[in-house]
């Protein structure tokens, strides 16, 4: 995994360039997107800075999104750069299975992202950040913290007699080279709920997100003799 160091703003064009990979996630192939299309499949990887007038402050803008049918997968979903789970702004009902699922807005996260077709799994791991720039609107940089188009899992977790499993195992995840790759603490867990997700057939909600805690003001709080003041009016 990458150092956790401060990015730097990118000035070349090859780090351009870079950053705009980190920025999309996986790059999926014709072949890849087509099949996702074919089978309504539909995970949002973008993500953007928004302005908080409110606030006056920029914040990440995020979608959980995704899902799977028998044969493929794409799971799109965030965490805090302490790996914890983010509470959603809100869910998004969808009419559709395997789409949007909930908004997360953040000043920081991590970005997780698996795509499988059969037994074989693609895995992307993305630091988003908001760097200050002095006199101009702040910049999104986007780092990589791990990268692997080369992962496998002999067992199919989208066969319901496997379901019990899923969120408890991972693929395995090698480089180029053929080594294994190690996620580390705090993302391991993530990787075994992303497994779950992609092999979450015909999916209608969320896998990281969670319901925001609702805390009611003092101010606002009523109490049962209002109610039975009210009930008597």
């Known amino acids: 995994m990458e150092s956790t160091s401060a990015p730097k703003i990118v000035n070349s064009r090859k ?9 999309r996630g996986l790059r999926l192939e014709k072949e890849a997107l087509d099949s996702l ?6 995970a ?8 908080q007038v409110l606030a006056k402050r920029y914040v990440i803008r995020a979608v959980e999104s995704g899902g799977a ?7 799109v979903a965030f965490a805090t750069p302490q790996g914890q789970a983010l509470p959603w702004l809100t ?8 789409g949007l699922h909930a908004i997360v807005i953040a000043t920081a996260l991590v970005r997780f992202e698996m795509f499988r077709f059969g037994r074989n799994y693609r895995l992307s791991i993305t ?3 908001i760097q200050e720039v ?9 780092t990589r913290v791990l990268l692997s188009h080369q992962g496998y899992l002999a067992l199919d977790l989208a066969d319901k007699e496997n379901r019990i499993l899923a969120g408890q195992i991972a693929p395995q995840f090698f480089d180029r080279s053929g080594e294994e790759i190690s996620v580390r603490d705090p993302f391991s867990h993530w990787i ?10 015909d999916c209608r909600h969320t896998h990281f997100a969670l319901a925001p805690s609702v805390i009611v003001p003092r101010e606002a709080s009523v109490t049962s003799e209002q109610i039975d003041a009210a009930a008597v009016a």
């Not at 075994?192 to 057939?201: E, G, M, N, Q, R």
């Open 15 to 23: 780090q351009q360039q870079k950053l705009e990979l980190n920025l």
């Open 69 to 75: 049918n028998r044969s493929l997968g794409h799971f």
């Open 91 to 98: 869910p998004l009902d969808a009419i559709a299975p395997n």
């Open 134 to 142: 002095h006199g101009k609107r702040p910049a999104l940089v986007s």
């Open 44 to 51: 949002q990887t973008s993500v953007s800075l928004e302005h």
């Open 192 to 201: 075994k709920t992303l497994a779950s997700a992609v092999t979450c057939i």
């Open 127 to 129: 630091r988003h950040t």
């Open 37 to 42: 299309r074919s089978a309504r499949i539909y």
